[in-house]
């Protein structure tokens, strides 16, 4: 069974600071990819950033970034410069790679960016 | 557009009624899945197809829910005697093969309101 915490219902950040949202997860499997999605107050679910547990390098993709710490199980996402628009919820998910083509997703933040 | 389309977009229906909710994925991706998401949760899993066959539909919680997939393409899946407890915002996604590293893209949702 694969777990996904995410412990900070709600975040409020200046417009312009960079902001990690904290997401630890749980598996016993051996191969796995954790995922971060954002949904906006309309509903849709945005697709930001993958990371594989076998990579080597932390994921990066333009203002998003994961902090992957495997031994301690977090997938921190990590936005800097943050925006306006940055304001929603954000969820971290988890699949494993072999038998399992289910998302686990956790709970989600609620991030809101102040002018 | 190119994205997951799902319709309705909003159902407002009465206690013990039927209801379809339909999905049509991104052109040619083979593997199709369908989450529900209640108020203040992550999505969670239903089904998963890859091509006309559900892989699996373990996430299904009885048997009043069901869904198809006939042609490899659009799916449809199906609530027989509805519950209030059925209210939440379904979910579709595809992906090109499923596995892997593949994110799931996901469409804008059904809102399932049960009266």
């Known amino acids: 069974a694969q777990k996904i915490t995410q412990t900070q219902p709600g975040m409020f950040v200046q417009e312009k600071e960079a902001v990690t949202l904290d997401c630890t997860y749980d598996t016993s499997d051996p191969s796995y990819g954790l995922f971060w999605y954002k949904q906006p107050s309309s509903g849709e679910m945005i697709f930001l950033i993958y990371?594989?547990?076998?990579?080597?390098q932390n994921a990066t993709e333009g203002r998003y970034s994961l902090n992957f710490q495997k031994a301690r199980k977090s997938a921190n996402l990590v936005i800097s410069a943050s925006q306006l628009g940055d304001s929603a919820m954000y969820f971290c998910?988890?699949?494993?790679?072999?038998?399992?083509?289910?998302?686990?997703f956790g709970t989600g933040t609620r991030l809101t960016i102040i002018p | 557009g190119a994205g997951v389309s799902q319709t309705p977009s909003n159902k407002v229906t009465e206690k013990g009624k039927y209801v379809e909710l339909r999905c049509d994925p991104i052109?040619?991706?083979?593997?199709l899945y369908w989450y529900r998401q209640s108020l203040g949760q992550g999505p969670e899993f239903l089904i998963y197809?890859?091509?006309?066959?559900?892989?699996?539909d373990s996430g299904l919680p009885n048997d009043r829910f069901f869904a198809v997939r006939p042609e490899g393409s659009v799916s449809t899946l199906k609530i027989q005697r509805t519950e209030r407890g059925d209210s939440a915002v379904y979910l579709c996604a595809s992906s090109p093969s499923g596995g892997g590293n593949q994110p799931q893209h996901f469409g804008d949702g059904t809102r399932l309101s049960i009266l």
């Open positions: 197809f890859q091509g006309t066959g559900a892989a699996d």
């Open positions: 998910a988890m699949r494993a790679f072999f038998g399992n083509e289910k998302l686990t």
């Open positions: 052109s040619g991706h083979t593997a």
């Open positions: 990371q594989g547990s076998y990579d080597q």
